[in-house]
């Protein structure tokens, strides 16, 4: 997830729907911590979250996953949650969460690309989660 200093204490179901994690986000010495809950999930088609940095802001973050030859592609979306966010989300503000939001997508396809080359553990979680058995 660019744009954290720390992910932290995801519950132990994650990522169930209802369960969350915490984590630090800001730049320099404004950091702000909250935590992120999922919201809804459909394995391996979905999930979205709501994103915490109060009182910077709450985001509602969509990720879309579907085949794509011998991979997958990932649609990532992020909305304004609330008002006062939707109030600040403004051309500048889409302009940096869209780059953050890339490079997060970046980071997760080297680590989809570095699991698909492990094996043992990497692929059994791939194949839980698919199934649906994350819990």
Known sequence: MAGSSEIRDPDDEWPDQGTRFGH??????LKVSDYTRVEEVDPP????L??????????????????????SRVRMREDPADALTAFIFNPLTHLLVRGRNAESLDRLRELAQRQAEAPGRAAE???RFASGEHG
């Open 24 to 29: 630090k986000v800001g730049w320099g010495p």
């Open 45 to 48: 088609h979905r999930i979205k």
């Open 50 to 71: 709501r994103a915490k940095a109060r009182p910077l802001g709450t985001a509602l973050v969509t990720l879309d996953i579907r085949a794509d030859g011998d991979g």
């Open 125 to 127: 979680e791939r194949r």
